[in-house]
């Protein structure tokens, strides 16, 4: 089986706080979050649930998967 490309967008479901819900991300995103999380000892979810929570609860908040390619982002720069 190929491996789909780094653009490629796959959808996940995930717990965070007692309920299912999915994120869409690009496969080079989930690669970067799988990598953080196990660089910081927590799984996948853990680690949305940090982000999710981290996020204001304002309607202008970001989605959730765009908090999460955020904190990837500054992951690898570093911030």
Request: no cysteine; hydrophobic share 45%; charged share 20%.
């Amino acid at each position: 089986m190929a491996t789909p490309p780094a653009t490629a967008l796959k959808k996940r479901s995930v717990s965070i706080a007692g309920h299912s819900t999915s994120v869409t991300l690009e496969q080079a995103f989930w690669d970067a979050l799988k990598d953080a999380a196990m660089r910081r000892g927590v799984s996948v979810s853990a680690l949305i649930a940090e982000i999710d929570q981290a996020r204001p609860a304002d309607a202008g908040a970001p989605n959730l998967s765009s908090a999460i390619r955020v904190y990837v982002l500054r992951t690898v720069q570093g911030a």
